[in-house]
């Protein structure tokens, strides 16, 4: 994230955020909003930072460790805290379809008088047997997606 690259980078040059606000042209209260999160320095003010650290915008701005020289070490790789909920989330649904239609499975062979109540009380043109293996293949495929989908 920017504002701990920020702060990062400063505390390694050994600056206090006075001196950074004096070397770049800004107010300290400045720095500290960047290093906070309040707000972001507009481009020109990037720039002033890549000088100041020697490095460019991209290393600046990108999700990179940086070593004690200043440099990129090593780029972080963990997934993103929404991928992840995605992926448990898809894998919730498949579960609950495939639990759903095995249990329909289950209904049709044991209480096939249940399943022509369902039928019977459906107004749709589709019977409601149809609907319901409609839905839980729906929550399948919808699971399927969220796991499979790119990050």
């Known amino acids: 994230?920017?504002?701990?690259?920020?702060?990062?980078?400063?505390?390694?040059?050994?600056?206090?955020?006075?001196?950074?606000?004096?070397?770049?042209?800004?107010s300290r209260q400045a720095i500290s909003k960047?290093?906070?999160?309040?707000?972001?320095?507009e481009l020109d003010k990037l720039k002033a930072l890549c000088e100041c650290f020697q490095i460019t915008i991209d290393e600046l701005t990108e999700n990179k460790t940086t070593s004690a020289?200043?440099?990129?070490?090593?780029?972080?790789?963990?997934?993103?805290?929404?991928?992840?909920?995605?992926?448990?989330?898809?894998?919730?649904?498949?579960?609950?379809?495939?639990?759903?239609?095995?249990?329909?499975?289950?209904?049709?062979?044991?209480?096939?008088?249940?399943?022509?109540?369902?039928?019977q009380s459906s107004m749709v043109t589709l019977n409601g047997t149809g609907i319901l293996i409609a839905l839980f293949a729906l929550l399948m495929i919808l699971g399927i997606t969220l796991i499979f989908r790119k990050k």
């Open 1 to 26: 994230m920017l504002s701990e690259k920020i702060y990062s980078l400063r505390r390694k040059s050994g600056l206090s955020q006075e001196q950074l606000a004096e070397k770049i042209g800004v």
């Open 34 to 41: 960047w290093e906070g999160g309040l707000s972001t320095p």
């Open 69 to 119: 020289s200043g440099g990129p070490a090593a780029q972080e790789r963990s997934p993103a805290p929404r991928q992840a909920g995605e992926s448990k989330t898809g894998v919730c649904l498949c579960i609950i379809g495939a639990v759903c239609l095995i249990l329909f499975g289950i209904l049709t062979l044991t209480r096939p008088s249940a399943v022509d109540q369902i039928d």
